[in-house]
């Protein structure tokens, strides 16, 4: 952690203005503490007797990403029955590695939308107590859903009896499920609204909470204070979990003219991971993922990012987020490619994965920006993002919180 009363000063050569969508040249950010005190053009900058200087006058500075879909507990090549045998401990443990990776990787603050135990509230707890280094954490706990669902595991036959504790069917079962999620530590809920690519025996086209359910879900989520954050790849359980007034929709593969019709009008983010199909077909068979979800993959990839594009040009807001875990943990910033082959320029790439991203957390007094008053979130590349994006995967110095992480 940062001291307390620790001033710093970094000379930016360039510095990306997420909120004006502009690139600022030679500015200088000074930092007390863990938080930005003043960020303006270095010819005028005050900066302190004493402060540490850190030079990046020859980079692009901007704030810390964030990818708003990840699961740092997960594994890539623990896929289909490779993960029966994996502890929840031991997935605990694995979100070591992963959080180091992917801070270093240039993403300060994550939102893991699932995990298996509630490792992943034990990891943004043991972070914040400074036991070892990873992004800022928002967490969900279990993923919430139906009997046999995307949230349930089917991989085991009925005489093993196993069910999936994020498992709850019917409107009071899912109110219940989310008072127990807020009681052991969410800060926000995960759904299952629809089926899915990597579960076995369902679809990803076909609805799978009810819009009672979902009504019931939201209801009880908002008045205890949380944001829900829906999967679902059908056309019909985006409509559903929409109306219901879920915050954001994953993945949102199907997504229809409706849907985009109605996530723009009351204001859901998308959350759409356009780059994880590469991983899935190239690599999906050796890591384990079942033939069945290969094969669903290959029909919902393409159309995934055709829809980012339909989406994009149909106004709907966007936030970063990538399923990291379905991937190797660190390579989040390949998906930016991605999102400007299908329709974004590098600027509005730079800002789902800062800004909007912020907003969609309840964040946006925190992180998002480089803005006086928040937390010191602090990356830089060599080139420039604004005109590329692709430099993010190329990060050369990271700071969360006032404290230089990689440099
Ligand atoms: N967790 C998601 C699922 O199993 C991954 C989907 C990956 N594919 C994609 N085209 N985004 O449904």
Redesign the pocket.
């Known amino acids: 952690f940062a001291d307390a009363g620790k001033v710093v000063a970094i000379r930016a050569g360039r510095l990306v203005d997420v909120v004006a969508g502009t690139v600022l040249k030679d500015q200088t950010i000074v930092i007390t503490g863990e938080r930005i005190t003043s960020v303006g053009p270095s010819a005028s900058a005050k900066v302190p007797a004493g402060a540490q200087l850190i030079d990046l006058s020859s980079q692009t500075v901007l704030p810390g990403l964030i990818d708003m879909h990840t699961h740092l507990t997960g594994d890539p090549y623990l896929g289909g029955y490779n993960a029966l045998g994996v502890s929840d401990t031991r997935a605990a443990l694995y979100g070591v590695r992963a959080a180091r990776k992917t801070l270093e990787a240039g993403f300060t603050t994550v939102r893991n939308v699932g995990a298996s135990g509630f490792g992943d509230v034990a990891l943004r707890d043991a972070i914040n107590d400074g036991d070892f280094i990873g992004p800022r954490m928002r967490t969900a706990g279990y993923a919430i859903g139906i009997q046999g669902g995307?949230c349930d595991e089917n991989l085991l036959p009925p005489d093993m009896k196993f069910t999936s504790r994020g498992v709850a069917d019917g409107p009071w079962e899912a109110r219940a499920k989310v008072r127990e999620m807020a009681k052991y530590g969410a800060d926000v809920i995960k759904i299952c609204a629809s089926?899915?690519?990597?579960?076995k025996g369902d679809e990803?086209g076909a609805q799978q909470y009810t819009l009672e359910e979902m009504q019931a879900i939201v209801g009880e989520a908002h008045k205890l204070g949380r944001k829900v954050a829906a999967?679902a790849?059908g056309a019909s359980s985006i409509r559903d979990a929409i109306l219901a007034g879920v915050d954001s929709i994953?993945?949102a593969?199907l997504i229809d003219d409706e849907g985009i019709k109605l996530a723009r009008e009351k204001g859901t983010y998308l959350v759409?991971?356009?780059?994880?199909?590469d991983f899935?077909l190239q690599e999906g068979e050796k890591a384990g993922m079942l033939p069945e979800?290969i094969a669903?993959?290959k029909v919902?990839?393409q159309i995934?990012?055709d829809n980012f594009r339909k989406a994009l040009n149909g106004g709907a807001k966007m936030a970063f987020g990538t399923?990291s875990g379905?991937y190797p943990h660190g390579d989040n910033a390949r998906q930016f490619a991605y999102m400007i082959k299908y329709g974004m320029t590098s600027m509005q790439a730079i800002q789902a994965a800062t800004i909007n991203a912020a907003d969609l957390l309840g964040w946006k007094d925190r992180v998002g920006s480089l803005t006086a008053g928040k937390f010191a979130d602090i990356i830089a590349v060599k080139g420039d993002p604004a005109e590329n994006a692709t430099e993010l995967t190329k990060v050369t110095f990271v700071m969360k919180g006032g404290e230089v992480i990689r440099k």
Request: glycine share 10%; no cysteine; aromatic share 4%.
């Open positions: 995307h089926g899915g690519v990597l579960s990803p999967h790849h994953e993945h593969s759409m991971d356009i780059y994880n199909d899935i979800s669903k993959e919902v990839g995934q990012r399923d379905v």
